[in-house]
C-alpha cells in the first residue's frame, strides 16, 4: 500500500501504514454479517450495544487515509494541544491526533496525555495502545476502556478538538457532556454521518440548529463527515 501522509516521520507513516492495511480485511469479515447487519438497520436493532459488539467487535471500522489526513490538518491548522476522541478503535485516528498535537508543539513536554480516547471494547484498547506505542506516541495518546458517558466525564478543559467516532445513537449524549469544556472555536469533526442517517439525526439537528453555538456543515468525505465550530463565548 503506497499512501501519503502529510507529516514527514517514517516510523508514525510506517505503524500506520500496516494498521491501514490491515484494516482492509474488514470487507471480508463484513460480507457474511451483512444479513444480520441490515435486519438490525430495518428493525431498528442497529443502536443495541449486544448487536453492535457482535457486528463490530473485531473490525477496525477506521478512518481512512483521506479522513486521517483531515483529523491531522484540521488539528494542525487550529494548533490543538487537547483532543477528545469518542470510539478509538485499533488507535489509527488517534495516531493522526496525537502526531498533530506533537507537531503543534514540538519539544514541549507532556506532564499528561494531551489525546483522550475511550472505547467499549476491552481487545481493541489493548491493541490500540501497542499501536500508539509502536509510533512513539505514549507520552501524548491515551485510550479509556469503557462507556464514554463515564470515562470522558473528567477529561479536563478546555478542549481543542473532539472526535466522535463511536455509537452514532451516543453523538449527541457525548457532545453535551463535554460542551461545558469546549473552548471557543473548538472544532468538533463526526464521522459516517450519510451510513447512520437515522441514529445521528438528532444530533444533526442539534449543532446544525443556529441557536445552539455551532456552525455545522456535512461533508462528502467517503460516507459523510460533519464538521461543526463551537461560537460561544
Known sequence: ????????????AAVLTRLHE????DKWKIVPRLPRYFWAKSTGHLGNRSTQHQLFSDLYSAVTPER??????????????????????????TIYLATAVRDNFPGEGSPAPKVIGSDMEENKVTAATKNIEAAGLSNLAKILQGDALQTLRAVEGPIDLAFLDGPKDMYLAVLKMLEPKL???????????????????????????????????????????????????
Open 1 to 12: 500500500m503506497n499512501l501519503h501522509f502529510p507529516f514527514d516521520h517514517p516510523e508514525i
Open 22 to 25: 490491515a484494516a482492509t480485511a
Open 68 to 93: 486521517g489526513a483531515v483529523l491531522y490538518l484540521m488539528a494542525r491548522a487550529i494548533r490543538a494541544r487537547r483532543v477528545v476522541e469518542f470510539g478509538s478503535s485499533f488507535g489509527i485516528s
Open 183 to 233: 473552548r471557543t472555536g473548538a472544532v468538533i469533526i463526526s464521522d459516517n454521518i450519510d451510513s447512520f442517517k437515522k441514529e445521528v439525526g438528532p444530533f444533526l439537528e442539534y449543532v446544525q440548529a443556529p441557536t445552539n453555538g455551532y456552525a455545522s456543515s456535512t461533508l462528502g468525505l467517503s460516507d459523510g463527515m460533519e464538521i461543526s465550530i463551537y461560537q460561544r463565548e
